[in-house]
């Protein structure tokens, strides 16, 4: 038997936390107090694009990454993992364009 033959239809903890999370945020029924922005010095390595649990984060070729405000759920999980240190956080109710 491979170990493939059986996944779990159940999300997981994680998963789960991350689909209600981000559903509250978006009925408002949790206030998020900070988000994240890219700020200069980005080298483009794409770690923050793969950790993002939302997919908030483009990358713009040749430019930096894009972290999408809307889709941003306040986790810190770029940030943690940009070894340029370029991924900042911001207070909501500051000017982050």
């Given at each position: 038997m491979s170990n493939l033959s059986y996944l779990s239809p159940v999300p997981s903890l994680a998963q789960r936390f991350i689909i209600v999370y981000t559903e509250n945020i978006r009925k408002g029924a949790c206030v998020?107090?900070?988000i994240y922005r890219v700020r200069g010095g980005c080298?483009?390595?794409a770690m923050c694009y793969y950790v993002c649990p939302t997919k908030a984060i483009s990358l713009k070729p040749n430019v930096t990454a894009?972290?999408?405000a809307e889709k941003c759920i306040g986790c810190?999980?770029?940030a943690d993992n940009c070894q340029a240190e370029a991924i900042v956080r911001v207070e909501r109710k500051?000017?982050?364009h």
């Amino acid at each position: 038997m491979s170990n493939l033959s059986y996944l779990s239809p159940v999300p997981s903890l994680a998963q789960r936390f991350i689909i209600v999370y981000t559903e509250n945020i978006r009925k408002g029924a949790c206030v998020m107090r900070s988000i994240y922005r890219v700020r200069g010095g980005c080298t483009l390595c794409a770690m923050c694009y793969y950790v993002c649990p939302t997919k908030a984060i483009s990358l713009k070729p040749n430019v930096t990454a894009v972290i999408d405000a809307e889709k941003c759920i306040g986790c810190g999980q770029c940030a943690d993992n940009c070894q340029a240190e370029a991924i900042v956080r911001v207070e909501r109710k500051t000017d982050i364009h």
